[in-house]
């Protein structure tokens, strides 16, 4: 015999209790007794809790279900957005005062009633046609610590599915990350205090969701996609699962439009395509964030909405992130997703899919969206906690078996989506901080082996002064010059090989005093490439000034020995001249992308031009 609760909102005379219990023993195959307890809040009708499920027909029930799919945007006929609201209010409330006004036509439903036209219509249809039982999985906490719950029963969990637990007026949520033969391990996201051993849980049938859409821009939300930045409630149209399959096959297409970052070394070196994956790695403290930060600065104007996810970061450090795109009046395309290193770990473990789903609706939405990852080292020493903290056995460094489809099924989602499924593209920019330039360690092995190439930071090039400090030696893009327009490719072409050829030469310079003339013209020639290639924070270079620089360097526009504090002032002041004197160059190096004959002879008279204003000499006296 199976005991459970039945809960009804007024009592049940014994021969409908009866009729209830033999039903149930139909419907599980044996005896069933059930205890009968009067529950004002399900409003009406009853609610069965029995054998880890519960069957819910209570009107509240039904309430709720009308809620959630309001604010999952899956009723299209409910009005403007504030009549919606107004309408989730009321749900939320469980007024059922109202809904019994509305549904018997009587007309003092009170203060809560104000409702438009099509909302009562909405909201009676609803009432009336919800008369499915909902079937939800039930249980009971066992135990509950460091920010997990065991919970008894709960016999249809699914894997990830969330979980409500305590009382329906203010609930704890939790995530479904274990399933044991007669228990489920729940982590807590939300209201840990107010879970205890005797705790109800209810299963949800759903993952957990965040709101989506341009209602997200501008705005700094945690990892469950609630506002943190101060400034009111967020007024989403729709909501997406943190967790979702990536794109097919079918689905995509390759990748063949740059996403430029606006930093010299990396459009010419390691170019980035959008719909690409590409890790940016380096020691800690070697520019890795700056350079994420100026490749969403450079996104102004190109229609690339941005999302960056800080994981595990000083709260102060992601405020000046913040800052940073408020003074470069970035914030417009930007969505700031946190948490920081004061967050759980389960917040840091769901921060990068809250992300990657906000990115993902535009994506599918046949915009472009950039999503950076900062950073994936962090995600993993926080799944890591979670993991041991349920008990999971520990591999290689402590870490789950499951690390690798931990960050497998985050980045898979990035994608250039083909024409017949939106044209749209999501490029990821995950971040990973090495130990003393280990890249074969466990979790830089997992990422690079996921990713489309790496921009790798080198520390001694760092040191040396060399902003950014990339590696081209170590450094790749698998996607390479489809990912460049006609014009970068044709001045960019032999710049790897000519900075590897100097690196390389410059090693065996130390042990040598005495050097040729070609030897010596190949020195200085790469040390002026090194010195143009660098780059300060928070100023991203056109695609005509990127282009004009390497044009010059390549084609010795600019001696080879040239003063390095010339070549500076060059770099400072030729951008200005470019954008005022030479309009339709900058037009057809940038949105055109070509480089003819015609726009070679006018990159000649800029460079001329500009060695003329500065009163620069090239020739018998040289600067």
Not at 343 to 372: K, W
Not at 427 to 440: F, K, R, V, Y
Not at 450 to 457: E, P, V
């Amino acid at each position: 015999m199976q005991i459970g609760k039945l809960l009804t909102a007024l009592p049940l005379d014994d021969d409908t209790l009866r009729d209830t219990e033999r039903h149930f023993a139909t419907l599980l195959g044996e005896d069933v007794q059930l205890a009968q307890r009067i529950a004002p809040t399900l409003l009406g009708s009853i609610r069965v809790e029995i054998g880890g499920q519960v069957y819910d027909d209570s009107l509240r029930g039904h309430l709720r279900k009308l809620r959630a799919a309001l604010l999952a945007g899956k009723l299209t006929d409910a009005g403007t957005p504030m009549d919606k609201e107004h309408l989730a209010k009321l749900l939320t409330a469980g007024l059922v005062h109202a809904a019994d006004a509305l549904q018997a036509d009587v007309p003092d439903a009170g203060e809560h009633a104000n409702l438009s036209s099509p909302l009562e219509t909405l909201l009676r249809k609803e009432l009336s046609q919800a008369r499915r039982t909902t079937v939800r999985g039930a249980g009971e906490v066992l135990r509950v610590g460091d920010g997990i719950a065991t919970v008894s029963g709960m016999a249809p969990c699914r894997y990830g599915e969330l979980v409500e637990l305590g009382e329906e007026e203010a609930p704890a949520f939790g995530i479904a990350m274990s399933l044991n033969p007669d228990s489920v391990d729940v982590v807590l996201i939300s209201n840990e205090n107010g879970v205890g051993v005797g705790t109800t849980a209810l299963g949800t049938g759903r993952v957990l969701s965040v709101p989506v859409g341009d209602a997200m821009l501008g705005r700094a939300v945690n990892a469950m996609g609630q506002p943190i930045d101060g400034l009111g409630p967020i007024r989403a149209e729709k909501a997406r699962p943190v967790e979702a399959p990536a794109p097919t096959i079918i689905d995509r297409q390759p990748v063949t439009r740059p996403l430029e970052t606006g930093i010299l070394s990396i459009d010419a070196t390691v170019p980035i395509g959008r719909g690409q994956r590409e890790l940016i790695i380096g020691d800690r403290q070697t520019g890795k964030t700056s350079i994420a930060v100026d490749t969403v600065l450079n996104q102004r104007g190109k229609g690339v909405l941005c999302v960056y996810v800080a994981i595990g970061q000083k709260v102060s450090t992601v405020a000046q992130v913040i800052e940073t795109f408020r003074k470069a009046d970035a914030l417009s395309y930007v969505t700031v997703v946190c948490a920081t290193a004061s967050d759980s770990a389960t917040m840091q473990y769901l921060a990068p899919y809250c992300g990657c789903a906000i990115a993902e609706e535009f994506m599918y939405a046949g915009r472009d969206a950039l999503v950076i990852y900062d950073d994936l080292s962090k995600h993993a020493v926080a799944y890591r906690a979670m993991s041991l903290l349920l008990r999971r056995p520990p591999g290689r460094e402590a870490y789950p078996g499951d690390v690798f489809y931990l960050h497998a099924r985050l980045l898979e989602r990035a994608a250039q989506l083909s024409k017949e499924s939106g044209g749209g593209s999501m490029t990821a920019l995950p971040i990973i901080e090495t130990q003393t330039g280990d890249i074969s360690a466990y979790i830089p092995t997992n990422v690079i082996s996921i990713t489309d190439g790496q921009i790798f930071l080198d520390n001694d090039l760092f040191r040396a002064g060399t902003r950014p400090a990339l590696n081209v030696g170590l450094s790749v893009s698998r996607v390479g010059g489809a990912a460049q327009t006609q014009a970068m490719r044709k001045v960019a072409g032999q710049l790897r090989l000519e900075l590897a050829q100097y690196r390389e030469l410059l090693v065996f310079s130390q042990f040598s005093s005495d050097m040729d003339k070609t030897t010596q013209d190949m020195l200085n020639y790469g040390q002026r490439l090194t010195e143009m290639l660098k780059q300060p924070n928070n100023a991203p270079l056109t695609t005509a000034s990127q282009v004009c620089f390497l044009y010059t360097m390549s084609r010795g526009l600019i001696p080879h020995d040239i003063p390095l504090d010339v070549l500076r002032r060059f770099k400072r002041e030729f951008p200005a001249v470019l954008a005022e004197q030479y309009p339709d160059l900058v037009l057809s190096l940038g949105e055109r992308a070509q480089l003819g004959e015609e726009n070679e002879a006018w990159i000649h008279l800029a460079v001329r031009t500009w060695l003329a204003q500065a009163g620069i000499i090239i020739g018998d006296e040289r600067a």
